[in-house]
């Protein structure tokens, strides 16, 4: 599944430059995750970057956006050619 920035966001950006599939960026109010583009590190990291780095523990998993660990390599190969 994808995953998305909460309200409890900080706004320090330091998810951003994390992202292998540069899915993050700043919103209106807080950073913001293209669902499209996240693949949860799979293929690149053994968990996702953005929640590892996040210091307020912003960075969770979408339920609305369950994806199997073939869809996300899919779409890292979608998005990366690789």
């Given at each position: 599944?994808?995953?998305?920035?909460?309200?409890?966001?900080a706004?320090?950006g330091?998810?951003?430059?994390?992202?292998?599939?540069?899915?993050?960026s700043?919103?209106?109010?807080?950073?913001?995750?293209?669902?499209d583009?996240?693949?949860?590190?799979?293929?690149?990291?053994?968990?996702?970057?953005c929640?590892?780095?996040?210091?307020v523990?912003?960075?969770?998993?979408?339920?609305?956006?369950?994806?199997?660990k073939e869809e996300?390599?899919?779409?890292?190969?979608?998005?990366?050619g690789?």
């Amino acid at each position: 599944m994808a995953y998305k920035i909460s309200e409890e966001c900080a706004s320090c950006g330091v998810c951003e430059s994390e992202c292998p599939n540069q899915a993050i960026s700043e919103g209106d109010e807080r950073y913001q995750i293209d669902p499209d583009r996240c693949t949860e590190c799979v293929g690149f990291y053994d968990e996702p970057q953005c929640a590892s780095v996040c210091p307020v523990e912003a960075c969770q998993p979408d339920p609305d956006r369950r994806e199997t660990k073939e869809e996300l390599l899919a779409k890292k190969k979608r998005l990366h050619g690789e």
